[in-house]
């Protein structure tokens, strides 16, 4: 028995037109399931908690993007109980990129009904009361400014009836860093001597590779390792930042500039020196001067590739 978690307003009305293929393969291959939509904000993370709370196996299939995931995977009570299928159809699917979960539908569909599976960590945020899981990062700073613009952006909606949902993070990415409010932050790594970093634009604790709408910001990031790599960009002077964004698309930022230091780590604690704005996995959770990562010891199984 599949659960299907499906997000009708992923993409606009292509997320509709993925999910009717779907059920009509599983009708005609004769495969029992039962379809949840979501209909607000956190309904996908009630619906997983729903589905998982009696500690006996599960299998959801997640149809909708980054952010249906993130809630789905918050949800889950019993993570090693759960096997979990991705069919993309958001307009970042960052995670299905760094996974090589394939974009089209049918190869999606036909990649969960092959079995294959591989056990999957996440990373655990908190700051203050708040707690939450990640799949794909935790930042502060410019990445979640950029965020908490998107997600009100007229513009990011008027190009996804397109598919052109990505470009809005570009052209707000390049308005916020001309825009940008850096701080600084004492991070300590895994108990290690607490380093102290001044002018930070972004700092960032990644569990998998790519971000924002496909920047490849981590490459070594990898949901599979159960470790996370906290990367900090500080020091950036304006004339770095035009050839920066090109270049993290294809991961060769780091090469490009020493002003990005990167680490991989189990636990990190964050004082920043003032409020910062935080998001997990492009959800913004508002601003905090101290901010606490950790790697996931559990882990879910998920459909994966070779």
Known sequence: MYHIIFNPKSKGSQSRDVCRMVLAQLKVRDIAYTLYKT???????EIAHMLTRGHVPCTILVIGGDGTM????????YPDCVTLGLIPSGSGNDFAKAAHIPRDPQK???????????????GIMKAGRKKRRFLISCGAGFDSEVCREVQHSRLKR?????????????????????????????ISPDQRETQHFDNITFVTAFNSSYEGGGFYFCPPANPRQGKLHVLCAHDLPLYELPPLFPLAR??????????????????CTLTFSQPVCIHTDGEVLGHSRHLEFSASRASFNMFWPD
């Open 70 to 77: 993130n809630e789905v995977v918050n949800g889950i009570c």
């Open 250 to 267: 294809i991961g060769k930022h780091l090469r490009f500039t020493s002003k990005i230091s990167l680490q991989d780590t189990y636990h």
């Open 39 to 45: 209909d607000h904000a956190r309904h996908a993370e």
């Open 158 to 186: 008027f190009l996804s009836r397109f598919s052109l949902g990505n470009l809005a993070y570009y052209f707000i990415a390049v308005k916020r860093m001309i825009f940008r409010t850096e701080f600084s932050a004492d």
């Open 108 to 122: 999606a569909l036909d990649l969960i009904l092959s079995g294959k599976t591989a056990s999957i960590h996440y």
